[in-house]
């Protein structure tokens, strides 16, 4: 029997205040193991949860920031250097507050808060987890945001 090709569903959140990002600099477990990148908080969807809740708990417990969700700003699809492929939905959140001494996840350096340009130059040092980290950006930074109801959740 062939098996049935499934690509990962993950979340990332897109924070931005006062002109920067808020991206986490982790140690990198796939493409270059041990370096230190950057990312948008992101992860993979759990057992019954929304994308929503999903894309709220990555975000805690990666920076350290409670979140609000807001808008949704994309699907994005890449096929990962391990060979996975990654449906990577983004959404737009407002920054509620740190939680003081909040325990990050393993491999979890800290919370970056960055501007576009800090960004570009952390993208020219190859710095970036991902290659959808940026376009995420720049498509927030066009004005690129949909309607949370776009997304239908029937449980």
Same mark, same amino acid.
């Given at each position: 029997?062939?098996?049935?090709?499934?690509?990962?569903?993950?979340?990332?959140?897109?924070?931005?205040?006062?002109?920067?990002?808020?991206?986490?600099?982790?140690?990198?477990?796939?493409?270059?193991?041990?370096?230190?990148?950057?990312?948008?908080?992101?992860?993979?969807?759990?057992?019954?949860?929304?994308?929503?809740?999903?894309?709220?708990?990555?975000?805690?417990?990666?920076?350290?920031?409670?979140?609000?969700?807001?808008?949704?700003?994309?699907?994005?699809?890449?096929?990962?250097?391990? *060979? &996975?492929?990654?449906? $990577?939905?983004?959404?737009?959140?407002?920054? =509620?507050? +740190?939680?003081?001494?909040?325990? #990050?996840?393993? *491999? &979890?350096?800290?919370? $970056?808060?960055?501007?576009?340009?800090?960004? =570009?130059? +952390?993208?020219?040092?190859?710095? #970036?987890?991902?290659?959808?980290?940026?376009?995420?950006?720049?498509?927030?930074?066009?004005?690129?945001?949909?309607?949370?109801?776009?997304?239908?959740?029937?449980?």
């Amino acid at each position: 029997m062939m098996s049935r090709w499934t690509p990962n569903v993950t979340v990332s959140t897109l924070v931005y205040h006062d002109g920067r990002f808020l991206l986490v600099e982790e140690y990198d477990q796939i493409s270059q193991p041990g370096k230190p990148v950057l990312n948008q908080p992101a992860g993979h969807l759990e057992a019954d949860e929304t994308l929503i809740e999903a894309a709220e708990r990555e975000t805690l417990e990666e920076t350290g920031w409670l979140v609000e969700v807001h808008s949704y700003l994309g699907l994005y699809i890449n096929t990962a250097v391990n *060979g &996975i492929t990654y449906h $990577r939905h983004c959404f737009i959140a407002r920054p =509620l507050s +740190e939680v003081p001494d909040a325990v #990050l996840d393993e *491999g &979890i350096i800290g919370p $970056r808060w960055l501007t576009l340009s800090e960004l =570009l130059a +952390e993208d020219q040092k190859n710095r #970036l987890r991902s290659p959808m980290v940026l376009p995420c950006c720049q498509d927030y930074l066009e004005g690129q945001s949909y309607p949370l109801e776009l997304i239908k959740d029937f449980r």
